[in-house]
């Protein structure tokens, strides 16, 4: 008996999750089904570019692991591209990442989801607003030892 996945860490959630062949009718096409993990490793590595190891890490999951979730899900398309099958996004085991934003007009901190969300100040509406790590110190974008882990 194999032991259930552990939660992989995704930073984005997706506001479209199907997407569909044009000029088909949705009656006549069947679905491939891409796990929300498998689109977060399709993101990593081929939208940002980032090197795997990177992508393991950014995700919480060993190298093949992460190797294997990003096959998986590239099979998934291709074979939707391919044999022109509708693409739904749903399901898997997942955790999503919060992260902390500072208003530098207010000071307000809060947490979202996904850089999308981030926006505004929700207490005073101002548009200056960066990232803070957990100890409320501005986030930057230095790499420690080059294992793509935030100072």
Do not use: N, Y
Request: with cysteine.
């Amino acid at each position: 008996m194999s032991r259930p996945p552990k939660c992989r860490r995704v930073e984005f959630m997706p506001e479209l999750t199907f997407f569909k062949p044009a000029g088909v009718p949705l009656r006549d096409l069947e679905e491939v089904s891409v796990t929300v993990e498998e689109l977060e490793a399709i993101r990593l590595k081929d939208v940002e570019g980032l090197e795997q190891e990177a992508c393991a890490e950014r995700m919480g999951v060993s190298r093949p692991t992460f190797h294997r979730i990003l096959s998986s899900a590239r099979g998934k398309v291709a074979k939707a591209l391919v044999e022109g099958k509708a693409i739904r996004v749903e399901g898997g085991h997942f955790k999503v990442v919060m992260k902390r934003f500072k208003c530098d007009h207010c000071g307000h901190e809060w947490e979202a989801k996904c850089a999308k969300e981030k926006g505004g100040c929700p207490e005073c509406s101002h548009v200056e607003v960066f990232r803070v790590d957990s100890e409320g110190k501005p986030f930057t974008c230095q790499w420690r030892r080059g294992k793509g882990m935030p100072k």
